[in-house]
């Protein structure tokens, strides 16, 4: 498995508003990446899913990947 940021320190605040920055940790089926595939500790990865969440219900992230 390849991490998709080599370090933590890469994106220092996840803003829910950067949807280009939250779509790579998003798989094609519009899953949340596990800790494990995105290499974050565990409070940026729940900072993380908070974003992409309300990234969701305002419209900028899609909840289901179109087919």
Request: no cysteine; hydrophobic share 35%.
């Amino acid at each position: 498995m390849a991490k998709i940021f080599k370090h933590s320190s890469d994106v220092a605040y996840f803003d829910y508003k950067d949807f280009k920055t939250l779509q790579r940790y998003v798989n094609a089926y519009g899953q949340i990446e596990s800790r494990k595939k995105t290499g974050l500790t565990e409070t940026e990865q729940r900072h993380l899913a908070v974003a992409i969440k309300r990234a969701r219900h305002i419209g900028l992230l899609p909840f289901v990947a179109n087919y």
